[in-house]
T-cell receptor
């Protein structure tokens, strides 16, 4: 079963705009992670936010976590064509990751 | 630091045939995972090893799938016999968490399996 549910399923924006993806989950977690997957490739870890953290930044990425609402968001600022990929949230409880279905992000030049 | 290696990258077989995938994790990573990713979906955990012991194989279809991690390093995943619904990308990942709140996983490029 997949715990995380991403919203939207697909997002298309112009280069330079910001992209926001949301993730909701159902059970208590140790941490929540975001991964990127380019077409035909493996997943690349982007950022990890622990359950006692509310916000985290890494370069152009900003992640928030609201454990009371069981939700997280990933913001990519100043998008680039190279950001075109699928983005997955994964919840970690008991050292096991459960992935959502992903958001397909397309950056148009 | 070398990443997670997987082979082959692509495999096409007919249903009822058998197939095996190989994974070499990042050096020193005690935990190894096999995931199945069907087109349009997120990865689903099949099996998790800690060194050479199985931690979780609750979602592994044991009537046709098997996996082993001899000597706690390389791992192989086998499917015998394959079904059409096994067509997917099989991802291997490894990790070396410092504590229970840190489980960043490093993924290999995956093996794309097509069952005809």
């Amino acid at each position: 079963s997949q715990q995380g549910e991403e919203d939207p399923q697909a997002l298309s924006i112009q280069e330079g705009e910001n992209a926001t993806m949301n993730c909701s989950y159902k059970t208590s977690i140790n941490n929540l992670q975001w991964y990127r997957q380019n077409s035909g490739r493996g997943l690349v870890h982007l950022i990890l936010i622990r359950s006692n953290e509310r916000e985290k930044h890494s370069g152009r990425l900003r992640v928030t976590l609201d454990t009371s609402k069981k939700s997280s968001s990933l913001l990519i600022t100043a998008s680039r064509a190279a950001d075109t990929a699928s983005y997955f949230c994964a919840t970690d409880a008991a050292q096991k990751l459960v992935f959502g279905q992903g958001t397909r992000l397309t950056i148009n030049p | 630091e070398a990443g997670v290696a997987q082979s082959p990258r692509y495999k096409i077989i007919e249903k009822r045939q058998s197939v095996a995938f190989w994974c070499n994790p990042i050096s020193g990573h005690a935990t190894l995972y096999w995931y199945q990713q069907i087109l349009g979906q997120g990865p689903k955990l099949l099996i998790q090893f800690q060194n050479n012991g199985v931690v979780d194989d609750s979602q592994l279809p044991k009537d046709r799938f098997s996996a082993e991690r001899l000597k706690g390093v390389d791992s192989t995943l086998k499917i015998q016999p394959a079904k059409l619904e096994d067509s997917a990308v099989y991802l291997c990942a490894s990790s070396s968490p410092r504590d229970r709140s840190d489980n960043e996983q490093f993924f290999g490029p995956g093996t794309r399996l097509t069952v005809l």
